[in-house]
C-alpha cells in the first residue's frame, strides 16, 4: 500500500503516468499454493510468507503468530495466523519439514508482510522433508491465472 502511494506521488511530482495494475505482484522464480503462501527452495531449505494477493485482501497487518523453531509442519496445515485490521487468516506451509529459523522481525513489525511479502516479510524457513512436494504446486503463471479466477468470482 505504502509502496503504492510512493509510486503515484512521485509518478505525480514527475509528470509520468503510471498504468493501473488491478492485480498483486507475483515473482517468477517462487512457487506458490491455492491457500495463498509462497515458497522459495534453496537445496533442502524452503523459506515461506504469504502472497502480495494474499497481504493486498488481508489490508494491513497488525499481528503474525509464529510457530516455535524445531517445530514439524506438514504441507497443507496451519502453522501460524496473520492478524489485520479485516480478519485473521490462518498460514498453511505447502511443503513438509522442520521448523530452521522464524522470522522474529514480524513480531516487532508485522507491516513488513504488507511492504515486502517477499523478501523481509518472509514467515519461517523449513528443512524440506520431501522434494517431491514442490511438483504439486503452482508457478508463477499458473498462480496469477488462479488469482484472476479466484478474484472474478467475488
Known amino acids: 500500500m505504502a509502496l503504492r ?4 506521488r512521485t509518478a505525480s511530482y514527475l509528470r509520468v503516468s503510471l498504468i493501473s495494475r488491478n492485480f498483486a505482484t507475483v515473482v517468477k522464480d517462487l512457487k ?37 523453531e524445531g517445530a514439524e509442519v506438514k ?6 495466523a496473520v492478524e489485520s485490521v479485516k480478519a485473521t487468516s490462518d498460514i498453511y506451509t505447502p511443503v513438509s519439514g522442520k521448523v530452521t529459523d522464524v ?5 516487532e513489525s508485522p507491516s513488513l508482510v504488507n511492504i515486502s511479502p517477499f523478501e523481509d516479510g518472509w514467515i ?28 472474478s468470482k467475488h
Do not use: R
Not at 502480495?52 to 503474525?64: K, R
Not at 522470522?103 to 513480531?107: E, V
Not at 522433508?129 to 478474484?151: G, H, P, R
Open 103 to 107: 522470522n522474529t522481525k514480524l513480531s
Open 32 to 68: 506458490y499454493a491455492d491457500s495463498h503462501e509462497w515458497v522459495k527452495i534453496e537445496g533442502n531449505s524452503a523459506t515461506i510468507g504469504i502472497t502480495d494477493h494474499a497481504q493486498d485482501h488481508l489490508g494491513d497487518v497488525v499481528y503474525v503468530e509464529l510457530p516455535e
Open 124 to 151: 519461517i524457513k523449513v528443512e524440506v522433508k520431501d522434494a517431491q512436494e514442490v511438483n504439486s504446486l503452482m508457478d508463477a503463471d499458473s498462480y496469477s491465472k488462479f488469482c484472476e479466477e479466484e478474484d
Open 75 to 80: 504441507k497443507g496445515e496451519s502453522f501460524g
Open 5 to 8: 502511494l510512493w509510486a503515484t
